[in-house]
T-cell receptor, first 115, second 119 residues
Framework: EAQVTQNPRYLITVTGKKLTVTCSQNMNHEYMSWYRQDPGLGLRQIYYSMNVEVTDKGDVPEGYKVSRKEKRNFPLILESPSPNQTSLYFC??????????????FGPGTRLLVL | AQKITQTQPGMFVQEKEAVTLDCTYDTSDQSYGLFWYKQPSSGEMIFLIYQGSYDEQNATEGRYSLNFQKARKSANLVISASQLGDSAMYFCAMREAPKITGGGNKLTFGTGTQLKVEL
């Protein structure tokens, strides 16, 4: 089954404690992306990756890191989480190009609470 | 920088009626893509419809159609014959053109419109 998986689905942590949210896809997609969703702000892109070892900043990259060492995985790293990073996070993947982005597969989301 | 504006935070529509969700965009790119996604209360993001900036005809997918007015920079979603299951948050999004340097392809989303379908 084609899917994007995220782990963990729910996380409560404290300020400053490094955490990683994993994202994995089994569709051999080149393009992967992280978004955060906040009430009244919609989805905002954090980072995206066009392929292995190719990453670029989205609209709100501050406080986040990513890596793309393998095609299937695109982890999101919060080196020192702060309460303003409390949000719902989505990972997504697709083939590259405009038509590919039409069928962008989203993961189920990760709800993060930073105390 | 590109921008997507959805001016309707919430809308109500009666079952079987048609509804239009507004979306305007701002970009300096000549080539771009416009998307609509549905997010039910369960949280997943569901792709609905796509319109390329060079597509001359408005996109249609079943009960969904995209009213693309390029000169006005609008890409409104029209849902015909609304159903109770259409109650959800709807997001308009735009992809910027790929850059020669290898960047681009960034997706920008609007703030969403919460649609409620009533009996």
């Amino acid at each position: 089954e084609a899917q994007v998986t995220q782990n963990p689905r729910y996380l409560i942590t404290v300020t400053g404690k490094k955490l990683t949210v994993t994202c994995s896809q089994n569709m051999n997609h080149e393009y992967m992306s992280w978004y955060r969703q906040d009430p009244g702000l919609g989805l905002r892109q954090i980072y995206y990756s066009m392929n292995v070892e190719v990453t670029d900043k989205g609209d709100v990259p501050e406080g986040y890191k990513v890596s793309r060492k393998e095609k299937r995985n695109f982890p999101l790293i919060l080196e020192s989480p702060s309460p303003n990073q409390t949000s719902l996070y989505f990972c997504a993947s697709s083939l590259s190009g405009d038509r590919g982005l039409q069928t962008q597969y989203f993961g189920p989301g990760t709800r993060l609470l930073v105390l | 920088a590109q921008k997507i504006t959805q001016t309707q935070p919430g809308m109500f529509v009666q079952e079987k009626e048609a509804v239009t969700l507004d979306c305007t965009y701002d970009t300096s790119d000549q080539s771009y893509g416009l998307f609509w996604y549905k997010q039910p209360s369960s949280g997943e993001m569901i792709f609905l419809i796509y319109q390329g900036s060079y597509d001359e005809q408005n996109a249609t997918e079943g009960r969904y159609s995209l009213n693309f007015q390029k000169a006005r920079k609008s890409a409104n979603l029209v849902i015909s014959a609304s159903q109770l299951g259409d109650s959800a948050m709807y997001f308009c999004a735009m992809r910027e053109a790929p850059k020669i340097t290898g960047g681009g392809n960034k997706l920008t989303f609007g703030t969403g419109t919460q649609l409620k379908v009533e009996l």
